[in-house]
């Protein structure tokens, strides 16, 4: 391993780019791994969720090194030594091609606790980046406080930007700015803090050539807005339908008005391989529905609706799902009295449209004719990974919770006998109570990968239950075995 080549290092460190832990170690082979993966760990220094930005006296010592004098004068006043340029291994700025505003202001906050010391000091270093750095990809702008588009090279920078994070809190005049150079943007993603309309962000999107990815989540607390801030994003949203392919949108607090805006432009998203929605209402009639097809969807997950929406999506679909998703919830009413059949459709249209579905949420009543059909689904769908189960009935019914205990130990029949080997998560919510004596049967006939099983119910927590789990652990059969809140389980599992 030690002897491959530059160029086969290379390829391999470039699979490993989010994986920073493996990286740092491969720092520490010989120099050969070293100088070929420092550029792919300084293309997005500030990007590692398993480091504490703020405590990385060493990271901020390297840009500290390439700052002007006057600079680092008063970063010395602080007792911070750092060594001459010349010493420094590397040209580390020189791989860089990402700026994440806060990591960095957390950065420099070590250089100095005086507010115009750190704003000196980022002014510097954005001076210096936008000299030093040979293509700028990633943007990360949330928090900023310097207008980089009118520095000395922005232009030729910002032109290569091909992503860009930011939010609505940062005034409409640094968009303004911004859609000068960056018209080459793929992937937008905004946050929308701030309730008021922001015309900025309608330029900026109104000028984009190349937008693929579009992401805007609400993140405020006022549930009451004096004016509409979506109206002039969606109708700037719908003039680039013909080249996006991944739509995520939260709304929080959307009228009807907004609504409909939205139902409207939605059917001309023909290229769309990820539909992702949240909004806290119903919004599609059966005739809107027959409108939403998209051939190439490969991502579904739309929170608020019933099983019909998601059935109708996925009828309409081209066959390449590989992830549906949602929080079963947030999504299902069971009181309704149609429950029932959407759920027993919901399950054959799965199978009879998703041959190459991956991950998958599903929540159905417990009866024969459920079961049957689950069944089906396991036997076509022979590349599913994961799958989130949920098992319930309308609590009117007075067989309610035996039926929920009872499903348990059919529900683990079924997976024994028909579940495809790529299966390696099943997330169980709900009701789920599996005997000590069935769940060992099952772990027994297991034949697919290590399993990891996530429940919701705490009844595993149980002593008994832990030796079990325990044995299995220790023989392979078992990856992972835990119990987490309802939330969590939902929630992580729709971020796959």
């Known amino acids: 391993m030690s002897k491959l080549n530059k160029d086969i290092l290379f390829l391999i460190f470039e699979e490993l780019q989010d994986d920073s832990k493996s990286l740092f170690s491969c720092l520490l082979v010989n120099r050969l791994w070293c100088e070929t993966v420092i550029p792919v760990l300084w293309r997005n220094p500030w990007s590692y969720s398993s480091i504490n930005y703020s405590n990385k006296k060493n990271l901020f010592v390297v840009i500290a090194c390439y700052l002007f004098d006057d600079i680092k004068e008063f970063i010395t006043e602080q007792g911070i030594q750092f060594p ?5 291994s590397f040209d580390y700025l020189s791989f860089c091609r990402s700026i994440n505003v806060k990591t960095i202001n957390n950065l420099i906050t070590i250089g100095s606790s005086l507010a115009h010391n750190q704003f000196f000091i980022q002014q510097e270093f954005y001076l210096y980046f936008m000299r030093k750095c040979m293509e700028l990809r990633y943007l990360d702008m949330r928090s900023i406080n310097h207008q980089i588009f009118s520095f000395p090279e922005a232009k030729v920078r910002l032109e290569s930007l091909c992503e860009l994070k930011c939010d609505t809190s940062i005034d409409s005049s640094y968009f303004y700015g911004l859609s000068r150079f960056c018209q080459y943007i793929q992937r937008l993603i905004i946050i929308h803090i701030c309730p008021k309309p922001n015309d900025g962000i309608v330029k900026l999107i109104d000028v984009q050539k190349n937008l693929k990815y579009f992401e805007w989540k609400d993140d405020f ?14 109708l700037a949203l719908e003039k680039k339908a013909n080249n996006i392919d991944h739509l995520r949108i939260f709304f929080q607090f959307v009228d009807g008005l907004e609504r409909k805006s939205l139902q409207k432009i939605l059917p001309k998203f023909q290229k769309l ?10 919004f599609f009639t059966e005739e809107q529905l027959n409108n939403l097809v998209y051939h190439d969807l490969e991502i579904l997950n739309i929170e608020w609706n019933g099983l019909n929406v998601l059935s109708s999506i996925i009828a309409n679909s081209g066959g390449r799902l590989k992830k549906v998703l949602f929080k079963p919830y947030d999504t299902i009413e069971i009181e309704d009295a149609s429950f029932y059949k959407d759920s027993l459709n919901f399950i ?7 041959p190459s579905i991956e991950y998958l949420s599903i929540m159905f009543s417990p009866s024969k004719k459920h079961f049957a059909e689950f069944e089906k689904l396991l036997k076509v769908c022979k590349n599913l990974k994961s799958i989130l189960l949920v098992i319930t009935d309308t609590p009117d019914d007075e067989t309610y919770y035996e039926k929920i205990i009872e499903s348990g130990d059919e529900l683990l029949k079924v997976l024994i006998s028909s579940a495809p080997t790529n299966l390696k998560e099943i997330r169980f919510f709900n009701h789920f109570k ?18 990891s099983i996530i429940t919701s119910n705490s009844l595993y927590e149980r002593e008994d239950y832990k030796k079990l789990i325990d044995k299995y652990k220790n023989n392979g059969v078992i990856k992972d075995f835990r119990y987490e809140f309802y939330p ?9």
């Open 84 to 88: 001459s340029r010349k010493s420094l």
């Open 221 to 234: 607390d006022e549930d009451f807005l004096v004016e509409d801030p979506y109206e002039k994003i969606l």
């Open 273 to 282: 391989k990820t539909l992702m929605i949240e909004d806290d209402y119903y």
């Open 348 to 354: 054959r249209k799965i199978y009879e449209n998703c």
């Open 434 to 451: 599996f005997s000590s004596k069935n769940l060992e049967e099952f772990l027994i006939k297991w034949k697919g990968y290590a399993l």
């Open 488 to 496: 969590r389980i939902c929630y992580n599992f729709n971020m796959l």
